[in-house]
């Protein structure tokens, strides 16, 4: 008993203060990627490379429809390796959940 | 390099069934494979254990009906001091689909030859019970494995199952359903206990509820999008399996690994087996009421999770294997980061260790309970921890050292009491030793490539690898195709040997006892039903 007491005040309290303070997450964490759509050369890279097939892409005639669903993503990053701009960019975002899968697919439509 | 033993005994079982003996080929140092003319497995396995010792690491299938009109079983043998695997790879009777079974003599093959008979078609002639296993009753007449088989087969609706588990008779017996809907955040599996009273008469345990079809759709992903589906087989050990995968990818293609990479791997692997091993230790003790001891488990698992995002990116390791090597490489801060995280996990856990040493409640609930004889443990071919605890003195990284372990030394633990005790005995001691390998792994100065390039991966290569997963021995065998695809992937991950060992180590003990049992081998529905 003296030494369970003893290591629990030795220890204290090891709980952060979430989220009135800041979640401790590294910089090196996988987050959700971001895409900056505008700044998009050329999706094709990442959609081939994406283990899921949550960045699809769909051709009509001269513009090109991205699709982002992040229902399927899987935080690998591969996506900004593909990506030779700076338009996939891995963040440290954790917090994005929808009510529902259906609700996140992003689309981007471009000439 | 094969030792005299390996090669004598080859030499010795081509001499005797040569007749038999098709063809040989030593694919690789450390594999070789034996093609036989006919099914007729039995004499060999008979004379590869009896003469030489050999042990049966697994048997699986492959559907070769459009290139070489036959399937093959292929037999995996390992000898005790060699790092040496043979395979034999028998046809299976192409008339009759037939093959002779093994699982009367080697109860440790049971499941996997109830698994080719369930997903290829193929029937074990003389099993002692060859009811389906890897596809539940109510699946309809369908053999997914097979290559005429399409990956999006849509099935028509099932009906529920009704599945008959053998009556337990006698005066004031009574059964138990547990599961697969359980109590807490774990997968589907069924436990059916027989009782009188309180003790356990007799357990039936009833697995693949989560079988999701994994093997069919390695064949169908490219190779660097399949390393994911590898470190999803079994959530808690994606690093392990992931790194069985690249393994087999990389001995197919003839890929040399850089030694940073494969020090970093090593250093990867020990995390994983920490996570695991400190948090199994902390679920012991909470199964028979010593929250505290668990409350300090977790924390000191979380300081590892921790510290698995700041070198990874992942709390669980996810998306840093990939075949050529790893997926970034550690700078001074990150290095620091482990090393100091080691070193503060060790000195914690030894008081954690103190602290349940002082526990005589939690040494009287934990010994004496669930024990699996040894003898029963080398009969049901039971791998990992569950088998050193048992006297099975099984370890990968020593018998056939992968990754950078060939560098260290550490002590593989093995006991002879087999109950959850010595279960937990061995975690402790392997956490103490792979302490040991992490600090000497980060005390070699990594520099270089910690990745090269993958090349086209010549089709048609079969590749075996074996990693010691945190659970027991996990195996890949592999066999490419065209296009950078695989056309087979077979994965035994070491739960698909263990869940047998269950029934045994119930028989006795309290039905209160079950969580704790349960957990001491804390096996993985979704490794094993794949």
């Known amino acids: ?68 669903d992040y229902g399927l993503c899987i935080f690998c990053g591969l996506c900004a390796e593909a990506s030779s701009d700076l338009a996939v960019r891995i963040t440290q975002a954790i917090w994005f959940l929808p009510r529902n899968t259906s609700s996140m697919p992003t689309s981007h439509t471009a000439d | ?180 809907v359980h109590a807490g955040i774990i997968e589907p599996g069924h436990f059916n206990f027989a009782v009188a009273g309180e003790p356990i008469l007799y357990l039936q345990l009833r697995m693949f509820y989560t079988h999701k079809g994994t093997e069919k759709l390695f064949e169908k992903l490219p190779i660097h999008k399949a390393v994911f589906l590898a470190e999803s087989i079994s959530g808690d050990s994606s690093f392990s399996h992931g790194t069985a995968f690249c393994q087999a990818i990389e001995c197919a293609a003839d890929m040399e690994v850089p030694l940073r990479a494969l020090v970093m791997r090593t250093i990867l692997l020990e995390l994983e087996r920490l996570c695991n091993h400190v948090g199994d230790i902390g679920a012991i003790a909470t199964d028979v009421g010593f929250v505290v001891a668990n409350a300090h488990a977790s924390r000191l698992r979380e300081a590892l999770v921790t510290l698995n995002e700041r ?88 018998d056939h050292p992968y990754a950078a372990y060939s560098r260290y030394s550490f002590r593989v633990p093995v006991y002879e009491g087999g109950d959850v005790w010595h279960r937990m005995q061995v975690r402790i001691d392997e956490v103490n030793e792979s302490i040991g390998i992490i600090r000497k792994a980060t005390a070699e100065s990594l520099h270089g490539d910690f990745r090269v390039p993958v090349p086209v991966i010549p089709a048609d290569r079969c590749a075996l690898s074996a990693v010691e997963g945190w659970r027991g021995e996990i195996i890949h065998w592999i066999r490419t195709g065209p296009d950078n695809h695989l056309q087979r992937c077979k994965i035994k991950d070491p739960s698909l040997n263990n869940w047998p060992a269950l029934v045994e180590a119930v028989e006795g003990n309290i039905i209160a006892d079950f969580p704790v049992i349960n957990k001491s081998f804390n096996l993985s529905y979704s490794g094993t039903d794949r």
């Not at chain 1, 990627?33 to 999706?43: I, Q, R, S, T, V």
């Not at chain 2, 003469?51 to 697994?58: I, Y």
């Not at chain 2, 009969?379 to 003195?393: E, K, Q, T, Y």
Request: glycine share 8%.
């Open chain 1, 1 to 68: 008993m003296f030494k369970i007491l003893q290591k629990t005040l030795k220890t204290g309290t090891v709980t952060v203060n979430y989220p009135a303070d800041p979640a401790e997450i590294s910089q090196h964490f996988r987050g959700r990627p971001n895409f900056d759509f505008e700044k998009w050369k050329d999706a094709r890279p990442a959609a081939e490379v994406c283990p899921t097939g949550a960045i699809s892409l769909t051709d009509k005639g001269d513009s090109r429809t991205v699709t982002v």
């Open chain 2, 1 to 180: 390099m094969m030792t005299q033993a390996m090669s004598a005994m080859i030499e010795s079982l081509r001499q005797r069934f040569g007749q038999q003996v098709q063809s040989m080929r030593a694919e690789r140092e450390n594999e070789t494979y034996i093609v036989l003319r006919d099914a007729d497995i039995r004499p060999i396995t008979e004379y590869l254990r009896g003469e030489f010792g050999a042990r049966l690491v697994t048997v699986f299938a492959e559907d070769r009906g459009s290139v070489e009109g036959v399937f093959f079983n292929y037999y995996v043998f390992e000898q005790a001091g060699s790092a040496q695997y043979l395979i034999v790879q028998a046809p299976v009777r192409p008339e009759s689909l037939e093959f002779p079974s093994l699982s009367a003599e080697l109860p440790a093959v049971n499941w996997q030859e109830r698994e080719i008979q369930d997903w290829f078609g193929l029937t074990a002639v003389g099993h002692p019970n060859p009811r389906r296993v890897a596809l539940h009753d109510n699946w309809p007449d369908v053999y997914p494995l097979r290559k005429d088989f399409p990956l999006e087969t849509k099935l028509p609706p099932f009906e529920g199952e009704r599945h008959i588990y053998r009556p337990a008779l006698g005066e004031g017996v009574f059964q138990v359903p547990v599961g697969p």
């Open chain 2, 311 to 398: 070198l990874t990116g992942n709390r669980l390791l996810r998306g840093m294997i990939c075949v050529g090597g790893v997926r970034r490489g550690w700078d001074q801060s990150q290095l620091d980061s482990l090393r100091n995280a080691v070193d503060s996990f060790a000195s914690e856990f030894q008081d954690l260790m103190s602290l349940i040493d002082s526990s005589e409640s939690t040494r009287d609930r934990l010994e004496q309970t669930g024990v699996l004889r040894p003898d029963k443990a080398r009969d049901l071919g039971i791998v990992g921890v569950g088998g050193r605890a048992s006297g099975v003195d099984l370890d990968v990284r020593r």
